[in-house]
């Protein structure tokens, strides 16, 4: 894990893995942070990308403002040259996930999610009508895979580590996912 | 279906980010973990930037200020959590608005003063005891600041950048603000 963001980890690159440094840094952690609109302004467009397919437009804007505002709690003690894409897709990929159990714990009338035309992004054509639902209906998991695999196309070890999963486990994940849509679309 | 068809999902997220990053400062405030609120206002010297934080206004750019390196400098001394926000920075933006509009001669929001040190905090003291449509030499605020032959200091110190214009905004913007208080007439 790269990012930080408990006591634990900053501790961890503070003092580095077997015990204190011999020095304190010679600068502050968070000499160098840019200010924190800049950060927003960066990454905004990628992460609502993500949310948008992920927890659908009726959600997105939500859990958007959550993922920023679980970031800004963390950003001053963030050190400079973090891995700051992979930290923000994190935080989001969890806040999509706590989306999830939220609206499974809901009283719905199927065990599926329900898709709702509130839920769809705003698309052309009857055929992205069709993949968005059938994306929809993926698993949370495979369906995070596999929107940053093919629609955000970042590598896997960025995959496993925006998911808290092994490479593995997100090839699997990207791998069933395709495999599934393949087969409700041809 | 093709991979890159999964891509076209996502359309329109330019936009709608822009508009979900709006409310964010808000949010943020009640949070309590927004620390410097950034918006603009529109003025004769200018487009103005003000930066509050719960304490007050703590800085005002003009508008040939590198913007950039204001934020830059805001995050690097006092916070990096700062984000543009309209809505927390209405109140200063009004009083801006109703002082270039001749309806104020004074400001009563309370301002920040960590970003000013030094000398410059004693001049700034004592050039804010000059009244409205008043003018005093930087003599009279050399005296006033107990270093009577330090005029020349002074006039740096409100230059804020070295030169001897006299006042951080240059010569014309000193200019445009002492006519409007009725302080130079016939420009």
Same mark, same amino acid.
């Given at each position: 894990?790269?990012?930080?963001?408990?006591?634990?980890?900053?501790?961890?690159?503070? +003092?580095?893995?077997?015990?204190?440094?011999? +020095?304190?840094?010679?600068?502050?952690?968070?000499?160098?942070?840019?200010?924190?609109?800049?950060?927003?302004?960066?990454?905004?467009? =990628?992460?609502?990308?993500?949310?948008?397919?992920?927890?659908?437009?009726?959600?997105?804007?939500?859990?958007?403002?959550? =993922?920023?505002?679980?970031?800004?709690?963390?950003?001053?003690?963030?050190?400079?040259? +973090?891995?700051?894409?992979?930290?923000?897709?994190?935080?989001?990929?969890?806040?999509?996930?706590?989306?999830?159990?939220?609206?499974?714990?809901?009283?719905?009338? =199927?065990? +599926?999610?329900?898709? =709702?035309?509130?839920?769809?992004?705003?698309?052309?054509?009857?055929?992205?009508?069709?993949?968005?639902?059938?994306?929809?209906?993926?698993?949370?998991?495979?369906?995070?895979?596999?929107?940053?695999?093919?629609?955000?196309?970042?590598?896997?070890?960025?995959?496993?580590?925006?998911?808290?999963?092994?490479?593995?486990?997100?090839?699997?994940?990207?791998?069933?996912?395709?495999?599934?849509?393949?087969?409700?679309?041809? | *279906? %093709?991979?890159?068809?999964?891509?076209?999902?996502? @359309?329109?997220?330019?936009?709608?980010?822009?508009?979900?990053?709006?409310?964010?400062?808000?949010? @943020?405030?009640?949070?309590?973990?927004?620390?410097?609120?950034?918006?603009?206002?529109?003025? !004769?010297?200018?487009?103005?930037?003000? /930066?509050?934080?719960?304490?007050?206004?703590?800085?005002?750019?003009?508008?040939?200020?590198?913007?950039?390196?204001?934020?830059?400098?805001? /995050?690097?001394?006092?916070? !990096?959590?700062?984000?543009?926000? *309209?809505?927390?920075?209405?109140?200063?933006?009004?009083?801006?608005?109703? #002082? #270039?509009? @001749?309806?104020?001669?004074?400001?009563?929001? !309370?301002?920040?003063? $960590?970003?000013?040190?030094?000398?410059?905090?004693?001049?700034? %003291?004592?050039?804010? $005891?000059? !009244?409205?449509?008043?003018? /005093?030499?930087?003599?009279?605020?050399?005296?006033?600041?107990?270093?009577?032959? /330090?005029?020349?200091?002074?006039?740096?110190?409100?230059?804020? %950048?070295?030169?001897?214009?006299?006042?951080?905004? &240059?010569?014309?913007?000193? @200019?445009?603000?002492?006519?409007?208080?009725?302080?130079?007439? &016939?420009?």
């Amino acid at each position: 894990m790269i990012a930080l963001d408990d006591d634990m980890a900053a501790r961890i690159s503070r +003092e580095g893995i077997g015990g204190p440094a011999p +020095e304190p840094p010679v600068e502050p952690v968070r000499a160098s942070l840019p200010p924190f609109q800049d950060f927003v302004e960066l990454h905004r467009v =990628t992460v609502y990308r993500f949310l948008l397919v992920a927890v659908g437009a009726r959600d997105a804007d939500d859990c958007f403002q959550e =993922t920023f505002l679980s970031a800004l709690r963390a950003y001053p003690r963030l050190h400079d040259g +973090e891995h700051l894409d992979r930290w923000i897709l994190r935080i989001a990929s969890r806040k999509a996930i706590d989306q999830h159990r939220r609206r499974a714990a809901s009283p719905e009338p =199927t065990a +599926e999610l329900p898709v =709702t035309s509130a839920d769809e992004p705003p698309h052309d054509g009857p055929l992205d009508g069709l993949l968005w639902k059938a994306v929809r209906g993926l698993p949370p998991r495979q369906r995070h895979a596999v929107v940053l695999r093919h629609v955000l196309d970042r590598s896997y070890p960025d995959i496993a580590e925006a998911m808290g999963s092994s490479e593995e486990a997100a090839r699997a994940n990207v791998y069933q996912g395709v495999k599934k849509l393949r087969e409700l679309i041809a | *279906m %093709n991979e890159t068809d999964l891509r076209r999902l996502s @359309a329109g997220a330019d936009e709608l980010s822009a508009a979900a990053a709006e409310g964010l400062a808000d949010r @943020a405030i009640a949070s309590r973990l927004l620390d410097i609120a950034v918006g603009s206002v529109d003025s !004769p010297i200018g487009r103005l930037t003000v /930066a509050v934080t719960p304490r007050g206004l703590a800085r005002l750019a003009f508008e040939d200020e590198d913007f950039e390196g204001v934020l830059a400098e805001l /995050a690097r001394v006092l916070s !990096p959590r700062i984000l543009r926000s *309209m809505s927390a920075t209405q109140s200063w933006r009004r009083e801006l608005e109703e #002082f #270039f509009d @001749a309806k104020r001669t004074r400001f009563d929001l !309370p301002v920040d003063r $960590r970003l000013i040190h030094g000398l410059q905090r004693d001049v700034l %003291n004592a050039t804010r $005891r000059v !009244p409205y449509g008043r003018v /005093a030499t930087y003599g009279e605020i050399a005296q006033r600041i107990g270093r009577p032959r /330090a005029a020349r200091v002074v006039g740096r110190a409100l230059g804020a %950048n070295g030169s001897l214009t006299g006042y951080g905004g &240059g010569i014309e913007r000193k @200019a445009r603000l002492l006519e409007l208080e009725g302080s130079l007439i &016939g420009l």
